[in-house]
């Protein structure tokens, strides 16, 4: 998993935009919202959740369906899975979640928030009381000294520190934290402090007794240490609650897999090397959701487990990391927002030989997408100890030792990917109006495999033949694609709410069609119209959506 890097400064605003569209145009709406919502949880609406099958679809095409040509020259075997959210917990023991997938996690002694604790610090740079301190020290980088000054901090603490920080010590109780701090200030006049230093002198009231606090981002009041928290949602199967029915939400698909892979092997004629697909739900009790879908509670994955032999596992390795990089640039992200960032020896999971995430800048930081990894044979061998069933693998042509294979896993979020590809499409710019004048327009950008609508069909009019003959082009390509018909309002603002959905095509009906047949398509980036025969529009927009 990689860090979560925080945004170049000005992309907030973009971000609160396409959280507000999402919202408007019914792409993502916070999961019971009527009941105040619920953090981590979010519900697709009637355009997310077709530009997400879209997304799935477009995944398991180009990869159970049609998968690529591997890098022998041979077209990889793939094949698909749809494995049980709750399996026995014993494979959480084998897999090693149940003793060890969990995060560190601070909690405010003040107001009792909890905090993931490698993230603190980064949501500290984040909140509003450290800003307003950024301010009145006029710190224009964060790494910037800042040179103390006892009367700007007294006036803050008065004033916003009290609004924005109650928790913090230097606030609670201005005169013990101050004290020890001016007595060091008496040696030093011209004391200049980094700001995380700084923060941590503000967050201590005893420093003798507990040594340098952290504050919480929220509050300002002091944390606990860091305990370690265990992600998994649990639950009971049966009528007992009691630890021999206790049961997890599986925090991860891949591990359904490893679980099926002798039955795969034992139903199908598969030689290794070959892969399994599963696209499915996963839940982690994520400590801190944030940024929107981008870390959820419940959330989607696409995976592959991709069996080789050990010999072949680097050349698989990067196979799939590169396969898996040019796939999300052919499906629209521009590969100048896309990164793979390979992992340092160190940051290696301890069963991983090599592992890459594929990152992409959002306008909150650059984040993972998706990671690749060799994960060696380090699952299959832990559910042979633990099952005792035989994960070997015997090639009856070549008839090499029996072996157990390693395993290739590119390991993506569906969540992320639709919010990545939202990013990427949004955009601002003008279009004329109905009179020809330019108004500004928001426009979705998406790829046209991925857009929730393929073609919108409009009357000009609602007179003169026009919606009927329109109905019945929308009513022949409906079984085709995704079609929306729309005969209310202006024509120019019928465009434009399709420009915001991300529709590529609208067919307008007009004075014309009636004369001869035709009529006009307009693409929605270029705004262009072409006049094309009305029954040859389905080959048109086919012909585009590739
Ligand atoms: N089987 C390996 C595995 O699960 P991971 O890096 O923990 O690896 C894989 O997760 C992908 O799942 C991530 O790259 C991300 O796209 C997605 N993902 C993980 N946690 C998520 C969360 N809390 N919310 C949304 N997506 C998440």
Not at 210 to 221: E, F, R, V
Not at 382 to 390: E, F, Y
Not at 426 to 442: F, L
Request: proline share 6%.
């Amino acid at each position: 998993m990689s860090s979560e890097k925080p945004a170049p400064s000005g992309q907030e605003d973009r971000m609160e935009k396409i959280v507000a569209l999402a919202k408007r145009r019914g792409f993502i709406y916070p999961s019971s919202e009527i009941y105040g919502g619920i953090n981590g949880f979010w519900d697709y609406g009637p355009l997310g959740v077709e530009l997400k099958r879209n997304i799935k679809d477009a995944w398991w095409q180009d990869l159970v369906r049609c998968p690529p040509v591997g890098p022998d020259g041979e077209p990889i075997r793939m094949v698909g899975l749809d494995s049980a959210i709750i399996m026995n917990p014993k494979v959480w023991e084998a897999s090693g979640h149940v003793g060890g997938f969990a995060d560190p996690m601070q909690t405010c002694r003040q107001c009792k928030k909890l905090f993931r604790a490698d993230q603190v610090w980064e949501m500290l740079r984040e909140s509003a009381w450290v800003q307003s301190l950024v301010e009145v020290f006029t710190l224009a980088k964060w790494d910037d000294l800042l040179l103390f000054n006892s009367e700007k901090l007294f006036r803050w603490v008065d004033k916003k520190g009290k609004k924005l920080a109650p928790g913090l010590a230097v606030v609670r109780n201005p005169s013990v934290t101050l004290s020890w701090m001016s007595e060091n200030l008496q040696n030093n006049p011209e004391m200049q402090l980094n700001i995380i230093d700084f923060l941590r002198y503000l967050a201590t009231e005893q420093k003798a007794q507990t040594g340098l606090q952290t504050p919480c981002p929220n509050c300002g009041g002091d944390l606990t240490e860091p305990r370690q928290f265990n992600l998994m949602f649990e639950s009971h199967a049966g009528a007992l609650r009691d630890e021999a029915s206790k049961v997890y939400l599986r925090p991860e698909t891949a591990q359904g897999i490893f679980a099926n892979y002798k039955n795969v092997l034992d139903t199908t004629r598969l030689k290794i090397p070959f892969g399994i697909a599963q696209i499915g739900k996963a839940f982690r009790n994520e400590i801190n959701p944030r940024n929107f879908t981008f870390r959820s509670r419940e959330f989607e994955q696409m995976e592959i487990e991709f069996f080789c032999h050990p010999s072949e596992a680097d050349k698989w390795y990067e196979f799939w990391r590169d396969t898996r990089f040019k796939w999300y640039v052919d499906q629209g992200l521009k590969s100048s927002k896309l990164r793979l960032r390979n992992h340092e020896k160190d940051e290696l999971a301890h069963y991983a030989r090599a592992c890459a995430d594929i990152e992409y800048e959002f306008p909150f930081g650059v984040s993972e997408l998706e990671g690749v990894a060799n994960r060696t044979d380090f699952d299959l061998k832990a559910h042979q100890g633990k099952s005792g069933r035989d994960m070997t693998y015997f090639d009856d042509e070549t008839k090499e030792p029996r072996y157990i294979p390693y395993v290739i896993e590119p390991s993506g979020g569906v969540d992320r990917a639709t919010l990545a590809f939202l990013c990427e499409a949004y955009d601002e710019d003008t279009a004329p109006d109905e009179n020809g004048k330019p108004q500004s327009r928001v426009v979705l950008r998406f790829h046209p495999r991925l857009a929730p609508v393929k073609v919108a069909v409009f009357p000009l009019v609602k007179k003169d033949g026009m919606p009927e003959k329109a109905r019945a082009i929308y009513d022949a390509l409906k079984p085709h694609m995704t079609t929306f018909y729309d005969e209310k309002g202006a024509v120019g603002r019928r465009y434009r709410r399709q420009d915001e959905a991300g529709t590529p095509f609208c067919v307008t009906v007009d004075g014309q069609t009636m004369a001869d047949g035709t009529v006009t398509i307009r693409d929605r980036d270029t705004m262009k119209q072409d006049r094309i025969p009305s029954d040859g529009v389905l080959a048109y927009v086919r012909d585009r959506l590739k």
